[in-house]
């Protein structure tokens, strides 16, 4: 999964077409069976982060499977501590004052506090998505690979689509391999909240690993500007207006999709046809859930290989329309729209 270089100086509407009609087509869903199945069945048997990092990664070789082992690990390993995220978003979470004389002593200090989150999450086997994201990026670091701690907005709410972002809530990682920037999420990456954190449910999705940065764009997006990994990075108003790519997007490797827009003209859209395609094999149903109602109307497959649906819009305002797929008994949301 590439990153794409686009030609510094060319028009913004040129640019921002570019980046997203070669979406994810390169996107190939590489073998790590071997490599997950090792670290599933891996026993920790240390809380020291830099020692875990070393044994778990020790029987491979180059850095892409040292830092998926990694990702498998800590996904498979740490669950989602709603109860801290409830105190934090209450305000009650306990944070320890910092008193210190120089900068190199503040430092020490919150290099020592970073060393007990970290090892506080490893014993707990549990955390949030600071604690997801620094252990990987110092478990990558401790090997040898090139990892950055990112923090910035996570979108999902289809009632956002169209307001920019005013909360930083989330945090990811960064890593480079083969000499790329790719973009991590293993909080994302090791399953899903029930609404309003009442439950963590565990379901891997190993497409929030390695995803390109024209992907995670789609949902994630930076509260610093070179932490997109794009060539022209994207504002506020123009991520507001992409649809919101889920778990689903990323699950089955999306190569590529219409409309491209997430905000939709009810006015100038009578009817909207949706098209997608994805980049991993996918058997189950696709639907087209609107306003929370599943559609009877089911996508068709294209020969072309995509899957297609149209929709009667009727030019009605306020309506979300999540693209869905339901492989089994799991359902996964793949991009979501919203009519304006």
Same mark, same amino acid.
């Given at each position: ?43 920790? +048997?240390? =809380?020291?982060? !830099? ?5 778990? *990664? ?7 499977? /040292? %830092? #998926? ?20 978003? +209450?305000? =009650?979470?306990? !944070? ?5 004389? *120089? ?7 919150? /290099? %020592? #506090? ?227």
């Amino acid at each position: 999964m590439p990153i794409f270089c686009l030609k510094i100086g060319a028009p913004k509407q040129l640019l921002l077409f570019f980046i997203f009609s070669f979406l994810t087509l390169q996107a190939v869903a590489q073998d790590f069976t071997k490599v997950d199945q090792y670290a599933r069945n891996y026993k920790a +048997k240390t =809380k020291d982060y !830099k020692v875990l990092a070393v044994e778990l *990664t020790a029987p491979f070789d180059n850095p892409t499977d /040292k %830092a #998926r082992a990694i990702y498998v690990w800590l996904t498979d390993n740490i669950k989602y501590d709603c109860k801290k995220f409830h105190k934090r978003q +209450k305000g =009650k979470a306990k !944070k320890k004052p910092i008193t210190y004389r *120089t900068e190199q002593e503040r430092d020490q200090i919150l /290099k %020592a #506090r970073k060393m007990e989150y970290m090892t506080l999450t490893l014993k707990k086997k549990k955390g949030v998505c600071e604690d997801y994201a620094l252990l990987f990026q110092k478990m990558c670091e401790a090997v040898g690979i090139e990892s950055r701690f990112v923090t910035g907005h996570l979108g999902g709410n289809p009632q956002k689509i169209g307001k920019i972002p005013r909360i930083f809530n989330h945090a990811w990682n960064s890593v480079q391999l083969d000499g790329q920037w790719y973009l991590v999420d293993a909080t994302t990456g090791s399953g899903t909240n029930k609404p309003g954190c009442k439950g963590f449910q565990k379901n891997f999705n190993g497409g929030l690993f390695m995803t390109a940065p024209q992907d995670m764009i789609l949902s994630h997006y930076p509260d610093k500007e070179e932490w997109q990994y794009l060539e022209q990075p994207l504002t506020k108003e123009e991520f507001s207006q992409l649809p919101v790519a889920s778990s689903g997007f990323y699950k089955y490797l999306v190569a590529d999709y219409a409309p491209k827009k997430g905000l939709i003209n009810a006015k100038e859209n009578a009817k909207i046809k949706f098209r997608i395609k994805f980049g991993a094999p996918m058997n189950g149903q696709m639907s087209l859930l609107v306003n929370g109602k599943f559609q009877k109307t089911p996508f068709r497959k294209t020969s072309d290989g995509y899957r297609e649906l149209e929709y009667d819009l009727k030019k009605r305002r306020n309506k979300t329309m999540t693209i869905v797929l339901k492989d089994g008994d799991k359902i996964y949301n793949v991009l979501t729209y919203k009519s304006k």
